[in-house]
């Protein structure tokens, strides 16, 4: 009777987990069961969010699932052991989760996080298949590699449509267009060692600015973040994906400015600074946007 | 008199190449440089755009946007003009801030230049222009400029009509050096 007293004075986990003893031991038992009990659950969380896991993918191309990005294969230093003398090993490619948005409480893993490493992965594993626009250079076009990036012209803007949704698909002939317009096709300017800010660099020509707010989880942007350097703007895929998702930017942001779902030229307008001018009335018809509308018209 | 004869050849012998160099790279490029470069221009300024584009017979006329061209006007001539408001930068964030859209006008007899930029900037683009434009003119006689040709066509200004024709520009130079909106195309 006396031992079926000391059961009941127990009252740890529920459930036939209960432990028959003292009560003191019955504690830690039972705190040694729940921390077992949440590794097991870290474990089983590892899982969900390992690259074998059944989480959805931001899109079929990405090699990572949701919450987590690319990150290609690196050497990382390590604790001299008799496996790795010098200290040095090398990191296979591996996903890892993406940063936070927010401090403190708030702060949360953002959904959609890509690098340069997956980014030129994607370009070389899907954009080779790829059919359909934009159209090729008209021949009066004085451009020698007009047609060159084509398959990434049609890559990213494929890849963004699908993540945007947009109602009217951007026309990889606008962003043909706008490349002829920005940097006439010229990835390279003859000295890319520059540090001066504020100029604009690359196929698309994008500023520091702009390829920092692309990248900054706790800037405007808020998902779809695209991470890269101010050289990197010189990489035409690069280029061509983080100005065609600049693009994206843009018409969300002429949508709220007008109040309805703004139009790509409405969009490139934005893009080139122009809408404000546009919709006051105050600058109507700028030059700036004569040269991507005529090659635009040109294409279609 | 003798003196006096062999002083004037000696003078012409030097002036010669001078003189043939002056004229060699318009002749040699007629599609690129348009007009005297006044010495400012390199073989290499002829040349940097060939790399990745096709030469295409200059019409004043056409809408020939892609080729860019160089054009050399007395300083005097030519003024940038700055239009502004309160906007948001295509190349930034959602806040409001100064916006500038930038010309520059060059007069040629009957015909006005107008050089325009291919999109609106930040302010600080501008007042990055115009130290740069201080820099590049002070005590220069002529200023030559790059850009894509695009329409001529009959503006009125100030109540008079004029034939304007619009370039896209990238860059401009003088004998003190080069300034653009791109990175790496000047330094």
Request: with cysteine.
């Amino acid at each position: 009777m006396a031992k079926q007293k000391l059961k009941t004075e127990h009252s740890g986990p529920k459930n036939g987990g209960g432990h028959w003893g003292t009560r003191k031991e019955g504690k830690r038992l039972s705190s040694k069961a729940r921390r077992s009990q949440g590794r097991k659950e870290s474990k089983s969380t590892e899982k969900l969010t390992g690259e074998s896991v059944e989480r959805p993918k931001v899109h079929p191309w990405r090699m990572c699932s949701e919450g987590r990005h690319w990150v290609r294969t690196h050497s990382m230093t390590v604790e001299p052991s008799e496996k790795h003398p010098d200290g040095k090993t090398i990191r296979h490619g591996h996903c890892a989760d993406n940063p936070n948005r927010g401090k403190g409480k708030k702060a949360k893993t953002v959904r959609d996080y890509i690098e340069t490493n997956e980014m030129n992965e994607i370009a070389k594993d899907q954009f080779g298949s790829l059919k359909g626009p934009p159209a090729p250079a008209p021949k009066e076009w004085p451009y020698k590699s007009s047609d060159l990036y084509d398959d990434l012209i049609r890559g990213w803007t494929k890849y963004w449509n699908d993540i945007f949704h947009p109602s009217y698909p951007l026309d990889p002939n606008l962003v043909k267009a706008l490349i002829a317009s920005e940097s006439g096709f010229n990835p390279k300017p003859n000295d890319q060692s520059t540090k001066s800010s504020g100029k604009a660099r690359g196929l698309i020509q994008l500023t520091d600015q702009t390829i920092r707010i692309l990248g900054d989880v706790n800037g405007e942007l808020k998902d779809h973040y695209v991470k890269m350097s101010r050289d990197d703007a010189y990489d035409p895929n690069l280029s061509v994906a983080a100005g065609t998702r600049w693009l994206f930017y843009k018409k969300e942001w002429a949508s709220n400015k007008l109040g309805r779902e703004a139009s790509w030229d409405e969009a490139i307008a934005a893009y080139k600074g122009y809408l404000p001018g546009i919709i006051s009335g105050k600058n109507p018809n700028p030059t700036g946007m004569q040269n991507i509308r005529k090659h635009y018209q040109e294409l279609k | 008199m003798r003196t006096m004869q062999n002083f004037f050849l000696i003078f012409l012998l030097c002036l010669s190449p001078l003189a043939s160099a002056i004229g060699s790279l318009v002749q040699k490029y007629p599609d690129i440089l348009l007009s005297n470069d006044h010495g400012i221009l390199k073989e290499k300024d002829m040349v940097d755009d060939l790399s990745y584009k096709k030469v295409v017979p200059y019409r004043i006329n056409e809408d020939q946007p892609g080729f860019p061209r160089w054009q050399c006007f007395p300083v005097k001539d030519v003024k940038p003009i700055v239009q502004t408001w309160r906007g948001v930068d295509g190349m930034g964030g959602d806040k409001e801030v100064s916006m500038c859209d930038l010309h520059i006008l060059a007069e040629a007899k009957e015909l006005l230049h107008d050089y325009f930029e291919p999109r609106a900037w930040n302010y600080n683009h501008c007042r990055e222009f115009r130290k740069a434009w201080n820099k590049l003119t002070r005590n220069e006689s002529f200023i030559c400029l790059n850009g894509e040709p695009f329409l001529l066509e009959k503006e009125n200004i100030k109540g008079v009509d004029r034939m304007v024709k619009s370039w896209q520009w990238t860059k401009i130079k003088t004998k003190k050096g080069c300034y653009s909106y791109r990175a790496g195309v000047c330094e």
